[in-house]
């Protein structure tokens, strides 16, 4: 079990693994999804004389989207807040589309079951699960790492859906916070609105759904509650993990604000760094992450490779 106060800070390798796109590869195939709805209107542009997104707004997101520089769709929607809607929509229909309820079994470098099995160590009931004291902090919209804790968890314990929820509830010290919202809520959050099946077959209504939970983070920070709840467990944090992140410089600075500014002099930072260039780790290191430079604090592996290594201690 995680007795100490730990963040876990995950970046779009966490989920790569497990066929979701990420950076340029979520632009291509949201250029992707408009291109063939705009061709069939099955599924955001059916019926368009009553619809807010029209073909015209669409052809119009896809002219500017297409040719874009910009290295993710974060990026782009940052500054074109005409486009936030319909490019919330894109996000939505393609991650939603790559959800697979059986991927975990097709996956071998599982990092999540390595994970899942520190949660576990010592408990000797579900509810002594949900007194790890772990924060999950994480910029992707995919709800996969929710998923896999639901259902490791339920198999283990042979828990019912509702015993399920207390995962996200008051009572469990887990907590995930998802920095740029998510794709909708798991059906075990049965007091939200927005809470979609995970894995099934895409609809117009269920694309819809998990949009309004997307969120498009601008300039003002101080109005987006995540932010405030990540800054509060980092600065408690004893440990500070940064697991698939590429440290892009918009991201650290919100992420570490003057306030929290080199927080490895309270505590013990460590993460992945596979494949970082210099550039880049430098860029960190100016922006408080004291230590990235170091192989033996931040090493060239995958959080597969990191999480088995038997130097690394998360009890």
Not at 11 to 33: K, M, T, V
Not at 86 to 91: A, R, S, T, V, W
Not at 284 to 306: M, R, S
Request: glycine content about 6%; overall charge neutral.
């Amino acid at each position: 079990m995680i007795k100490e106060e730990t963040v876990l800070v995950l970046g779009a390798g966490a989920s790569i693994l497990f066929d979701f796109p990420s950076g340029r590869g979520l632009i291509s195939e949201i250029c992707d999804f408009f291109k063939e709805d705009i061709k069939s209107r099955k599924l955001i542009l059916r019926n368009s004389s009553s619809n807010r997104f029209t073909v015209e707004h669409a052809e119009s997101f896809l002219s500017k989207l297409l040719p874009t520089p910009n290295v993710s769709i974060d990026e782009f929607l940052r500054d074109r807040p005409d486009f936030w809607d319909i490019g919330k929509i894109g996000i939505a229909a393609v991650l939603l589309g790559h959800e697979d309820a059986n991927i975990a079994s097709r996956v071998d470098n599982n990092w999540y079951g390595l994970l899942f099995r520190e949660l576990r160590k010592g408990a000797l009931t579900f509810k002594d699960v949900l007194k790890n004291k772990l924060t999950i902090i994480t910029y992707n919209y995919d709800r996969l790492l929710e998923y896999l804790l639901c259902t490791h968890l339920r198999d283990s314990y042979d828990l019912t859906d509702s015993d399920c929820s207390l995962i996200f509830s008051k009572l469990s010290k887990i907590q995930i916070i998802h920095l740029h919202g998510k794709v909708g809520d798991l059906e075990y959050q049965t007091s939200s609105p927005y809470h979609v099946r995970y894995g099934m077959k895409l609809s117009s209504n269920k694309i819809h759904r998990a949009s309004g939970q997307i969120k498009i983070v601008h300039e003002n920070i101080e109005e987006n509650p995540e932010f405030g709840m990540a800054h509060k467990a980092l600065q408690k944090a004893k440990r500070i993990y940064f697991l698939g992140f590429g440290f892009d410089d918009k991201n650290l600075e919100r992420l570490l604000p003057d306030s929290i500014r080199h927080i490895g002099k309270s505590s013990k930072v460590r993460g992945t760094a596979w494949e970082l260039d210099t550039m880049t780790k430098r860029r960190a290191k100016d922006l408080g992450l004291e230590y990235i430079t170091d192989t033996g604090t931040f090493p060239n592996k995958t959080i597969f490779q990191y999480f088995g290594d038997p130097n690394f201690i998360l009890d």
